[in-house]
């Protein structure tokens, strides 16, 4: 019964990022790239902090590892401001939830 609250969460987060990419992603709009500052586990999904044009930025996405340094690109979607996460019990002043791209294959 403790865990519905999070199950519901989850499941809405979920369905914003499936439901808002499409649209905001249209074909041939570039993804935008950032490097990785700091990796925050939070239950299924992982929130990262990353510099992106010296800018500091937070990306929400589901969790897979990440390390510092590691160089990513993800699709542009609108930030979720005040954004409370029930999982760390923190709020974002403002995050990007997202999915982050496969790295392009290198060229031989």
């Known amino acids: 019964m403790n865990r519905l609250p999070a199950c519901a969460f989850s499941l809405i987060l979920c369905a914003m990022i499936i439901v808002a990419l499409p649209a905001r992603s249209p074909a ?18 992982v929130y990262l902090r990353c510099l992106e044009k010296d800018k500091d930025i937070w990306l929400a996405t589901v969790a897979r590892a990440f390390t510092v340094d590691e160089v990513i690109s993800f699709v542009d979607a609108p930030p979720m401001i005040n954004f409370f996460s029930q999982q760390l019990e923190r709020t974002f002043p403002e995050v990007i939830l997202t999915d982050i791209l496969p790295p392009e294959p290198k060229k031989k």
């Open 28 to 45: 041939g709009t570039p993804p935008r790239s950032c490097v990785v500052k700091e990796v925050v586990k939070g239950g299924i999904y």
